[in-house]
C-alpha cells in the first residue's frame, strides 16, 4: 500500500482562468501556434465530471543521461478526459506546436481536468473519479554539467469502478 500526504495528493478541480489548463503545461516558448480544430462541447464531458469508485495511483519520473533518476517531486499532474478534444490537445503538442489562444479555452474545462500533486518520491493520486479513459501529464525538468532537460510525459489510462489503475509516467510517455 503506497502511504500518501493528503495535502499534496487531494485532486483538486482547476478553477476556470486559474493558470493554465493541464496541456498547456505541455507549451514552449518557441513552439508555433495551432489552432484547435475540435471544439469543446461541455455536455460531451460530464461523464467525466462525475464522481465515481475509481481511482489513479502513479509515479513521474525521467531517467536521466547519467542514469539517475528525475522526479516530478513537488510537481502537478494532470487528469483530463481522453476525449477527442484533448486528445487533439496532445497531438498538437506532440508535433511540436502549441494550442492557439490556450489561455482563454482554459475557461471552458471548468470542472473537467483535474490536477493533484507529487510527493517527494514523484508518486501521486486521484480518487474519486468515474470509469472513464483519461490523459494523465505531468512536466518533470532536470539540469547537469553539459545538458538539461524540460519534457512533459503524457499517458492514457482507463479507470475502472472500485479498482485502482497504475500509471508510470517515464521515457517512453514524452511527447
Same mark, same amino acid.
Given at each position: 500500500?503506497?502511504?500518501?500526504? $493528503?495535502?499534496?495528493?487531494?485532486? !483538486? =478541480?482547476?478553477?476556470?482562468?486559474?493558470?493554465? *489548463?493541464?496541456?498547456?503545461?505541455?507549451?514552449?516558448?518557441?513552439? $508555433?501556434? =495551432?489552432?484547435?480544430?475540435?471544439?469543446? /462541447?461541455?455536455?460531451? !464531458?460530464?461523464?467525466?465530471?462525475?464522481?465515481?469508485?475509481?481511482?489513479?495511483?502513479?509515479?513521474?519520473? *525521467? %531517467? +536521466? $543521461?547519467?542514469?539517475?533518476?528525475?522526479?516530478?517531486?513537488?510537481?502537478? =499532474? #494532470? &487528469?483530463?478526459?481522453?476525449? $477527442? #478534444?484533448?486528445?487533439?490537445?496532445?497531438?498538437? !503538442?506532440?508535433?511540436?506546436? %502549441?494550442?492557439?489562444?490556450?489561455?482563454? &479555452?482554459?475557461?471552458? !474545462? /471548468?470542472? @473537467? @481536468?483535474?490536477?493533484?500533486?507529487? /510527493?517527494?518520491?514523484?508518486?501521486?493520486?486521484?480518487?474519486?473519479?468515474?470509469?472513464? +479513459?483519461?490523459?494523465? @501529464?505531468?512536466?518533470?525538468? #532536470?539540469?547537469?554539467?553539459?545538458?538539461?532537460? /524540460?519534457?512533459? *510525459?503524457?499517458?492514457?489510462?482507463?479507470?475502472?469502478?472500485?479498482?485502482?489503475?497504475?500509471?508510470?509516467?517515464?521515457?517512453?510517455?514524452?511527447?
Amino acid at each position: 500500500m503506497m502511504r500518501r500526504s $493528503p495535502a499534496l495528493t487531494r485532486p !483538486h =478541480v482547476l478553477p476556470a482562468a486559474a493558470g493554465v *489548463l493541464a496541456m498547456q503545461a505541455l507549451a514552449g516558448c518557441a513552439r $508555433p501556434e =495551432v489552432e484547435k480544430s475540435i471544439g469543446f /462541447d461541455a455536455g460531451a !464531458h460530464a461523464a467525466w465530471r462525475a464522481p465515481g469508485r475509481a481511482s489513479i495511483a502513479g509515479e513521474g519520473f *525521467l %531517467r +536521466r $543521461p547519467n542514469g539517475w533518476l528525475a522526479r516530478c517531486s513537488g510537481g502537478t =499532474v #494532470y &487528469l483530463a478526459p481522453a476525449s $477527442p #478534444y484533448f486528445r487533439e490537445w496532445v497531438e498538437i !503538442h506532440r508535433s511540436g506546436g %502549441r494550442v492557439a489562444n490556450a489561455a482563454a &479555452l482554459d475557461r471552458l !474545462h /471548468d470542472g @473537467v @481536468v483535474r490536477k493533484t500533486q507529487c /510527493d517527494a518520491t514523484g508518486r501521486f493520486a486521484f480518487e474519486a473519479l468515474p470509469a472513464q +479513459r483519461w490523459l494523465v @501529464v505531468t512536466r518533470i525538468s #532536470y539540469q547537469g554539467v553539459g545538458w538539461n532537460a /524540460d519534457m512533459t *510525459l503524457a499517458a492514457e489510462v482507463e479507470t475502472k469502478a472500485g479498482e485502482a489503475t497504475q500509471v508510470i509516467l517515464s521515457n517512453p510517455n514524452r511527447i
